[in-house]
C-alpha cells in the first residue's frame, strides 16, 4: 500500500469511529427514556407462548410509529416491519416475544404479577424469565435508530417479531406462514439473546455451534394399580419410573462418548394421588439437548429402549407398555453460527465497545428456534449473539461471595435495565450499519 494511503487510513480511521460514535449516541440518546418504559411495561405484561397477542399490537405499534410496512398475524401473532431504504442486502433482526409460566421472585418494583391457568387448568404465574423483554426493547429501539440513520445504509430491513420461541414453534410457523416468500427474502438474518452471567455492557460471540438442539419428550409409564398393602398384585408404576429416571442417567455418561456434549434431563414426574393407593400411572417429562444429529439419534433410541425394558423387567403385561410421545412441533435444532458473518461482526463490536467488552464464549446447551432462519433451502447465513445483563457492582459482588448468580428461566433472574439497553440497541445497529453499508 503506497505511505500516503496509509497515512490516510491512520488519520481517518478513528475520525470515521469517532462520528459513527458521536452518530448513535446522538440518536439513542433521546430514546432511552422511552424505552426503558417499553422494558418495565413488556415486564410486566408478560404473555406466554401462542398467546403474545397484546405484545405483539405493542410492537407492530412501535414499528408503525418509527415507519416501517407492518404485517400481523404471520404464523400466529408474528409481526413482520419492512423499512425499504434503496438499493442493497435485506437484513433480518429477530425477537422473540413469549414469556415462560414461573411465578417471579425478584421482588423488582415493576415486577410480574400476571397469573393465568395453565393446561392442566392450575394457576401459574407468567414471566420474562428468559429476558426476551430485553429482546423486544433492543429490537424497537434498535428500529428506530435505523430509521433515524437511514442516510448511513442501504438496503432492505425486515424486523420479525416472532412468536413462542420457549415452545419452538414460532420461526417454523412463521417460515411456513411465508416470511421468506411475502416479505424480501433476507441474506443475513440477526438476533440476541440475554446473558444471565455477562457483565451489561458486554457481548458475547461464537463461530459455529452456539446453542443445541432440544427435544421434548412425554413418556406415560403405566402399571396395574392397586392397594398400597398388597404390592404383590400390582405392577407398581411409581417403582419403575424411578428405576427409568436413574437410568436414563447412563445414556449420557455411559452410551455416548465422553468428548460429545449432551443433556437428558427429567423434568417433571407425577403420579399417584394418596399414601395407601398405587397409581396406574405416572408421567415424565423429558428435555433433551445435543449438538449433532449422531448423538440425538442415539439418545432418542437408548430412551426408548431403556424405558421399554425396565417396563418389561418389572412385569408389566404387553398391553400396557409405555407410551413415548417425542413433540415434533417442539424440536428444536441446534444453531450454528455463520463464521463469515462472526468474521465481520466481530471487529465492528471491538472497534466501537473496546475489546475488553467483546467476548468470545462457550457454547451452551440451551436452545433457540432461530436456528430455523439458517436451515430453509436458501441457507440464510445467521448470528445470534449474547448480550450482557448482569449490573457489573452485583456480578463483582456475586464472585466475591461465591454466590451464583440466577439462570435464565429463574424466577429471580433480572437484567439490569441500563447499560443493557443501549448496549443491545447499539450492538445490533451497528451490525446492520455494516451489512447494509453504503457502497
Ligand atoms: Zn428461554
Ligand atoms: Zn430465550
Known sequence: MPLRYLIVLIVCWPAAAQELQAALEAAIRPELAS????????????????????????????????????????????????????????????????????????????????????????????MHACGHDMHMTSWVGTARMLAKLRDRWSGTLVMVAQPAEERGGGALAMLRDGLFTRFPRPDYALALHAAPHLEAGRIGYRYGAVLASVDTIDITIRGVGGHGAWPHMTKDPVVIAAQVVLALQTIVSRELNPLESAVVTVGSIHGGTKHNVIPDEVHL????????????????????????????AAGVPEDREPAIRYAEHEFTP??????????????????????DKVLEVEPVMGGEDFSRYGMTEEKVPILIFWLGTIDAERMRAAQANGVRLPALHSSEYWPAIHPTIETGVKAMSLAVLELAKKR
Open 35 to 126: 424505552l426503558e418504559a417499553l422494558y418495565k411495561h413488556l415486564h410486566a405484561n408478560p404473555e406466554l407462548s401462542y398467546q403474545e397477542e397484546r405484545t405483539a399490537a405493542r410492537l407492530a405499534e412501535e414499528l408503525r410509529r418509527a415507519g416501517y410496512e407492518v404485517t400481523t398475524g404471520v404464523g400466529g401473532h408474528g409481526v413482520v416491519g419492512v423499512l425499504r431504504n434503496g438499493s442493497g442486502p435485506t437484513v433480518m433482526v429477530r425477537t422473540d416475544m413469549d414469556a415462560l409460566p414461573v411465578t417471579e421472585k425478584t421482588g423488582l418494583p415493576y415486577a410480574s404479577t400476571v397469573k393465568v391457568r395453565d393446561e392442566a387448568g392450575q394457576e401459574v404465574g407468567v
Open 285 to 312: 417429562q423429558l428435555t433433551v439437548r445435543s449438538y449433532t444429529d449422531e448423538a440425538r439419534k442415539k439418545i432418542l433410541e437408548a430412551i426408548e429402549r431403556i424405558t421399554r425394558n425396565l417396563a418389561r
Open 334 to 355: 441446534a444453531t450454528h453460527n455463520t463464521a463469515s458473518l462472526v468474521d465481520r461482526l466481530a471487529p465492528v463490536w471491538r472497534e466501537f465497545f473496546g475489546a
